[in-house]
């Protein structure tokens, strides 16, 4: 047998990579958003330049001292505009390839972009002078990059960038600002401004690790969630999710005791010649609804959907001791909600049910690329064999010899039909009839 923790390392294991990669793909998307946020406000700070030139040329011409230092800003703003539809065109192609950016490139371009205040700044220096530029509104712009770090969902990254703006301007102002008079308390002024530009990287690098612990954990479970789907199908209920998450799913066969239950409509195919195609598949489909969630209340599950029919499994993947009791139990109440949804409809359906309990082979079988959880054994084979006796003895649900005695006094209304030849099977088998 294979042990609880032994298929929960598989499954951690078998998910990792899958999780690697959605992770890696969501914190791709949060930088796109962040560099079409800085598309965004480098064009509305080139547009509001253009406009400000174009409204009054006078004033722009004062602050820049002349056309010369406007054109600088204005190539500037180009460039850096460009430069991010770059970035995104990039993380676009990695999105594509699932692959991620290296981590040098994503430190050299936060340092290129956070660079880009200082550049300016150090141009309006030149043209309005230190304490006018240090005083007006370029030093703010650091606070963009610094929020917009937060999208990087990576800690030291914003505490990287909050870095690089805190250290730039500090060296901006104590290079261009040292002949000041009153020195000392400039240098109070920009340490402590580079200081909480600094602090502003730290938390912006605390939100966004925060958010990548929530995005991780979403895609840890929406991962767990996809792999149980893909392994037991879509049909399996909310709940018996949930226990196949926390149990594990491993990779493994193992041996397990189950009981396997296998319902086939019963004339379905004649019905069927004188019906819409349309209208065969509504009919099929509410009653394999019904039928499904009684077997969800049971703690069944359907392994496979069989054309009018289906195999289902109790004890298997989640070991259940009174597997053979649960699978009777939901035989019975199927054949009673057969007859209730059957009661004014203009074609009535006829369920055949067999049950047989008993060891099987149960694991993820199939190519590398798809796997499908199913049962290996003679008691599924039996169990189907056991199904289509119902046609011979026009009963609806037999069950075994294993069955019955499982079932101890709750049995006691099953009617022995006696040693019966069963096809495929060399010596007659005991079989029992439940109403």
Not at 102 to 115: F, N
Not at 125 to 154: C, N
Not at 296 to 302: E, P
Not at 346 to 370: D, Q
Request: proline letters at 3%; a neutral charge; glycine letters at 8%.
């Amino acid at each position: 047998m294979v042990s609880f923790a032994s298929r929960k390392t598989r499954l951690h294991a078998a998910m990792s990579e899958d999780f690697e990669r959605e992770l890696t793909r969501e914190v791709l998307r949060t930088e796109l958003i962040r560099v079409r946020a800085l598309i965004v406000t480098g064009c509305v700070l080139l547009l509001f330049v253009s406009a400000m030139y174009m409204v009054d040329p006078a004033v722009m011409n004062r602050v820049w001292q002349g056309a010369e230092g406007f054109s600088e800003i204005y190539g500037i703003l180009v460039g850096f505009i460009m430069f991010e539809v770059w970035v995104h065109s990039q993380i676009r192609r990695n999105l594509k390839l699932d692959r991620d950016l290296p981590v040098v490139r994503r430190y050299i371009g936060a340092l290129m972009e956070t660079s880009l205040p200082t550049v300016i700044l150090i141009l309006q220096i030149r043209s309005m002078g230190p304490s006018q530029a240090l005083g007006f509104v370029v030093p703010l712009i650091y606070f963009i990059f610094v929020i917009l770090s937060t999208l990087r969902l990576d800690f030291k990254l914003s505490t990287f960038t909050g870095f690089v703006a805190a250290v730039e301007l500090l060296t901006v102002a104590l290079i261009y600002n040292s002949a000041a008079a009153d020195g000392i308390p400039l240098l109070y002024f920009h340490a402590v401004r580079s200081t909480i530009i600094l602090i502003c990287g730290v938390l912006a690098g605390a939100v966004g690790a925060q958010l990548r612990r929530q995005f991780a954990a979403s895609i840890a479970a929406a991962t767990a969630r996809d792999r149980v789907t893909n392994l037991f199908g879509q049909h399996v209920s909310p709940q018996v999710v949930e226990q196949l998450m926390a149990a594990g799913t491993g990779a493994a066969s193992d041996l397990r005791h189950v009981a396997v239950m296998f319902v086939d409509f019963r004339g379905f195919t004649a019905g069927a010649q004188s019906r819409t195609p349309q209208e065969v598949v509504d009919r099929l489909d509410g009653a394999f609804a019904v039928l499904v969630d009684i077997l969800d209340r049971h703690g069944g599950i359907v392994n496979k959907f069989l054309g009018d029919g289906f195999l289902a499994l109790f004890g298997a993947p989640l070991a259940a001791s009174d597997a053979a009791h649960r699978a009777v139990a939901a035989g019975r109440e199927m054949l009673t909600a057969m007859d209730r949804i059957n009661g004014g409809s203009s074609w009535p359906l006829r369920i055949g049910i067999g049950i047989h309990f008993g060891e099987v082979v149960a694991g993820n079988i199939g190519s590398p690329r798809r796997k499908e959880y199913t049962v290996i054994g003679d008691t599924v084979n039996f169990a189907s064999r056991l199904e289509a006796l119902n046609k011979e003895f026009g009963s609806q649900l037999l069950i075994s010899a294993s069955v019955r005695e499982a079932l101890g006094k709750d049995g006691d209304d099953a009617v022995a039909l006696g040693e019966v030849e069963v096809r495929g099977y060399e010596q007659k088998v005991p079989v029992y009839q439940l109403g």
